[in-house]
């Protein structure tokens, strides 16, 4: 493509045959780079060393972003054609195409950075390619100084590349295989065609342009007031000098012509800047229908396969009769509520294949329906059963437009004229399909980032536990917020786990980032947590743990997390540290609330740094109040300001935990500004009274299996809880049992507990964990577990610093 491809400029048909014939000789060589995936050269032409004087052993493999650096805006006097209007700016720059913001194919006019002191106006065409090759991006340039005229008779009605017959750009073969990729809005004809015309015909594109994915011809090259005033003062001359009018007439015709397809032009420049504001499926809905009405048309209605309503996968296959397409916006002029009845939102509906709907669905192409006929309008009124859609469509135009993403139907728009309006004619259907199709496009950005946001929020969902209500001695409530912003799911958790000894492990976190990836991360965290929890480490040495842990998952792994342990027998926080924002801790006493003075610590991740606990003395009915920065942080405030909001809010009094997370939630989430997640965790500390907790201190002796039945039996009667002690008693003796069989040298511990259940816990310092057997009707051992897990509520077994812990519950009688 080096040698042979090149620039016309097309002369305007009122110029006398020389001008012609000099416009004709002005052929300019082209510049021609392609550009791939990671924004590298990987075509480099002959005619681009010329135009920007690097040599192609320089610039392939280089950012094109240096090979092209664009200097900034065109001065004044730099109109490229003579004493003709100069660039007025319309369109996206060449920085957009080149860093690739743009998915379809730009032009227009920019100055360059050469590799010497000068700069260079050129005149450029950027056309991305999709597909599975590396190449992203062709760009074509000309020298715009080449194509100035001192002969101000010369009128340029256009500038478009042209392509000579020998052509030698790698992947030329590969390109037109994939053109329909690259054209998805054009028919298997169109595309073949082009391709002809592109690589082989030396026809321009620009020219040609019929779809959204190719542009017509920019303004650069039409003059516009000054090219009207020479053609009529030419209309002049040719009527003085007896010339028939005919040619002026003409010439007010390809005026008119001229101002059409600049308003068409400017109308969707104006759309593609009003749809694809926000990546929210139901924002862009309605973005797309208000951007037609009533400029362009005076209803349109939207309609939706069903799976890009559900948020879910691509759609596969070509859609049929079968296949559900909700009605997602109708926008309008006539009378309100007219149309709201008879087609409402929100219905689904399939369509039969007699309808130009299922034309345009299936072939993917805009069908044309001048005015619909009578039949016709009878005939879509069978698909709304008993109501009368006929005095609504009948007799007006109707353009059906598919709403396309990579060559597959997402759905389709339906617009419709007045009767007394225009018609819409060929030149409306173009328009449609090029509006269509760049809908189509910010569509499914929509609907993909609304498919992986829902899958990152199940993702979360699925690893957000369900607490407890209820803990041993303490209440627990929890919210949990979405971001309010894009890549709203985040990595925010709360959880909280049972320890032996009646003692609950408090947690929150919060994963840096948002997105797919912190949720997953959040949940390797979070089960790394649960699972230290369960050796019960100190905090400090759990965080220490964790730390070590994200390091070895990957150099992304940074998190804050804040762990406490809450002890309701002794009265007691252990508490440690990483980065996190510190708990706030209101007295039941007086109702004072304050931030807890804790080390800071490094988040998880950084490593290297050492953690520190700390012991927080807490009395029954306190409550502690844990949350992620996303509830007190806000852009441009102080997190002080939050941190003291969060004090106030947390000290309200309130009649449950529900209520008093409700109004912290009110009091810090309607300042504005807040895009991050939020965790909240409240626990009310109630406690656990002397008197309802019995410790038996037991030798390593099978005699004191005997003994414990006898303490347990005892302090049931004495809490008035005889109606369990067969089953406690039976079970703590099959406990006892096995702590004495597999205790090394220390003594074995009894506990009993009285809260919302009766809990009976026996240590040992052996460390081995006990499982459930099958037992054989000969086997000696293994029955005892089976018959704790057959009597009891829940039963269980953890690791402790100085061995194991198992322990069961019984359910309390009622009343």
């Not at 001008?19 to 032409?45: F, K, T, Y």
């Not at 019995?694 to 003994?707: F, H, N, Q, T, Y």
């Amino acid at each position: 493509m080096d040698r042979g491809t090149e620039v016309g400029a097309a002369p305007g048909r009122g110029a006398g045959d020389g001008a012609a014939e000099h416009a004709a000789a002005g052929r300019i060589p082209l510049a021609v780079v392609v550009v791939d995936r990671d924004q590298l050269v990987s075509h480099w032409s002959s005619g681009a060393r010329r135009l920007f004087g690097a040599p192609k052993e320089e610039a392939l493999g280089h950012p094109v972003a240096d090979l092209l650096p664009v200097s900034g805006a065109l001065p004044d006097d730099a109109a490229p054609f003579g004493s003709y209007a100069a660039y007025d700016g319309l369109g996206p720059g060449l920085e957009s195409s080149l860093d690739g913001r743009l998915s379809y194919p730009a032009a227009g006019r920019a100055r360059l950075t050469a590799a010497g002191p000068d700069r260079i106006d050129v005149l450029w065409w950027a056309y991305p390619l999709v597909g599975p090759g590396r190449e992203r991006l062709l760009v074509l340039a000309a020298d715009a100084a080449a194509l100035r005229r001192e002969d101000d008779d010369v009128s340029f009605e256009r500038i478009a590349p042209g392509f000579a017959l020998h052509t030698d750009f790698p992947g030329a073969e590969e390109l037109a295989r994939r053109l329909p990729e690259i054209l998805p809005s054009m028919s298997v004809g169109e595309s073949a065609r082009i391709v002809s015309q592109v690589l082989e015909l030396g026809y321009p594109v620009l020219e040609f342009s019929q779809n959204d994915r190719v542009p017509v011809t920019p303004d650069w090259g039409v003059p516009r007031r000054a090219e009207r005033k020479a053609r009529r003062e030419r209309a002049a001359r040719a009527a003085a000098s007896g010339v028939p009018m005919a040619q002026g007439v003409s010439d007010e015709v390809e005026d008119l012509e001229y101002v059409a397809v600049r308003e068409r032009l400017e109308f969707l420049n104006e759309v593609s800047g009003r749809i694809g504001t926000s990546l929210d499926l139901s924002q862009t809905i309605l973005e797309v229908s208000r951007a037609v009405v009533p400029r362009f048309t005076d209803v349109a209605g939207t309609y939706l396969r069903e799976q890009v309503v559900a948020g879910e996968g691509f759609p596969d296959g070509v859609p049929d009769t079968t296949t559900m397409w909700h009605r997602v916006a109708l926008e309008h002029t006539d009378e309100p509520g007219r149309w709201d009845d008879v087609v409402p939102v929100g219905e689904a509906m399939p369509f039969p294949a007699h309808t130009p709907f299922f034309q345009c669905m299936t072939t993917g192409e805009p069908v044309l329906v001048p005015r619909i006929s009578e039949q016709m309008g009878h005939m879509i009124a069978a698909q709304f059963e008993k109501r009368d859609i006929r005095p609504l469509i009948t007799n007006r135009s109707m353009l059906v437009v598919p709403l396309k993403a990579r060559n597959v139907v997402l759905g389709f728009m339906i617009l419709l004229r007045h009767p007394e309006r225009a018609e819409f004619n060929d030149m409306d259907r173009v328009t449609g399909a090029e509006l269509a199709a760049r809908a189509g496009l910010v569509l499914d950005n929509a609907r993909m980032y609304t498919y992986q946001e829902s899958v990152a929020e199940t993702l979360q969902d699925s690893m957000l536990p369900t607490i407890a209500p209820r803990m041993a001695g303490c209440d627990i409530a929890t919210r949990y917020l979405p971001g309010t912003l894009l890549g709203r799911v985040g990595g925010d958790w709360f959880d909280s786990v049972k320890l032996p000894g009646s003692r609950t492990a408090l947690v929150v976190g919060d994963v840096m980032g948002h997105g797919l990836n912190s949720a997953a991360m959040m949940g390797q965290l979070r089960t790394a947590v649960q699972t230290m929890a369960a050796l019960d480490l100190p905090p400090a040495q759990l965080l220490r743990n964790l730390d070590d842990l994200a390091q070895r998952l990957g150099d992304n792994y940074l998190a804050t997390c804040l762990y406490a342990v809450y002890d309701p027998i002794a009265g007691e926080l252990h508490i440690a540290n990483a980065g996190h924002i510190p708990p706030v801790l209101v007295r039941a006493e007086d109702g004072r609330s304050e931030l807890l003075e804790l080390p800071t610590g490094a988040p998880i991740g950084v490593g290297g740094v050492p953690f520190e606990a700390v012991r927080v003395p807490v009395a029954s009915g306190d409550r502690l109040v844990m949350c992620t920065d996303g509830l007190v942080e806000v852009r441009g405030e102080d997190i002080g300001v939050g941190l003291a909001t969060l004090c106030e809010s947390a000290a309200h009094p309130a009649a449950s935990m529900d209520q008093a997370c409700d109004t912290i939630i009110r009091a810090l989430n309607t300042r504005g500004g807040r895009k991050d997640d939020v965790a909240l965790l409240m626990a009310r500390l109630n406690g656990i009274e002397p008197e309802d907790v019995a410790v038996w201190r037991l030798a390593l002796d099978p005699i004191e299996a005997g003994r414990a039945r006898a303490v347990v039996r005892e302090q049931l009667r004495a809490w008035d809880l005889t109606g369990l002690a067969d089953n406690a008693e039976l079970m703590v003796g099959e406990l006892v049992t096995n702590a004495v069989r597999h205790a090394h040298s220390r003594g074995i511990e009894l506990r009993l507990v009285r809260g919302d259940t009766l809990l009976c816990e026996v240590d040992d310092d052996d460390q081995t964990l006990p499982i459930l057997l099958s037992v054989g009707p000969g086997d000696e051992f293994g029955r005892g577990l089976r018959l704790v897990s057959a009597l009891s509520r829940e039963w269980g077994a953890s690791r402790t610093g100085a061995g194991k812990t198992v322990w069961f519950e019984l359910t309390l009688p009622r009343g």
